[in-house]
């Protein structure tokens, strides 16, 4: 997907119906850089408010994706070719969640560590000590629900017995057991435990 064309086309399409990017930011309870970014190409609609701005801009999904007014005759083709890039899209920004997720999982470590080693190999203080113990804890405390929402929604979980691919509910994740990303969870579908491995595409 060309983010450039499409944002051209958001502009014009805005200027057609006669608002300001303040306006039309408004009717999309959004802010106005937002519109900014999307008409300089430099972020895409997400999904939540891509429909209603369709809607405002007189145009299809399949236009604003394809960064123009689609013909009737091409329409069938350029709806693929559309949701294969989105599908490639979510494919490759889920890549880079999860490897976010390990950056952030070494960063975290480390700290973690290093607080533990300082504090248990130099002299100092008890309440210096302690207090460096739970700092090291910090992180762990506020990335860890981040890193497992990650890993909820970056990609599927697909059952060893039936093999569906699914997105599981955040709570399944955070409570199964888990060895780095394969996690022992019922599926939704056939109903049965086995251990799940984390798989990039849908199918
Ligand atoms: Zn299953």
């Known amino acids: 997907m060309d983010q450039v064309k499409i944002g ?11 608002l300001t ?5 408004e009717k999309l309870s959004i802010t106005d850089r937002a519109v900014s970014k999307w008409e300089t190409g430099r972020a895409m609609p997400d999904s939540s408010v891509m429909l209603k701005l369709c809607e405002i801009l007189k145009i299809t999904v ?14 069938n083709k350029e709806s693929e070719k559309n949701l294969i ?10 890549k880079r969640l999860l490897t976010m997720e390990i ?14 080693f300082i504090a248990s190999l130099i002299e100092m203080e008890e309440w210096l000590r302690i207090t460096l113990i ?3 804890f910090i992180p762990f405390a506020i990335m860890v629900p981040f890193a497992i929402r990650i890993e909820q929604t970056a990609g599927y ?17 955070l409570w199964a057991m888990h060895i780095n990303r394969t996690r022992y969870m019922r599926c939704p579908k056939c109903h049965k ?3 799940q491995k984390k798989v990039i595409s849908k199918d």
């Open 103 to 116: 950056v952030i999982g070494v960063l975290i470590s480390i700290v973690f560590f290093a607080l533990i």
């Open 193 to 195: 435990k086995s251990w």
């Open 134 to 136: 739970i700092t090291g």
């Open 8 to 18: 051209k086309f958001i502009a014009e399409c805005r200027k057609k119906v006669n």
């Open 21 to 25: 990017q303040m306006q039309l930011a």
């Open 62 to 75: 399949n236009d604003l994706l394809s960064g123009e007014v689609v013909t009737m005759d091409n329409y």
């Open 157 to 173: 979980y697909e059952c060893q017995k039936c093999g569906h691919r699914y997105v599981p509910k955040y709570s399944s994740v």
């Open 85 to 94: 890039e989105m599908v490639k899209q979510k494919e490759e920004s889920d």
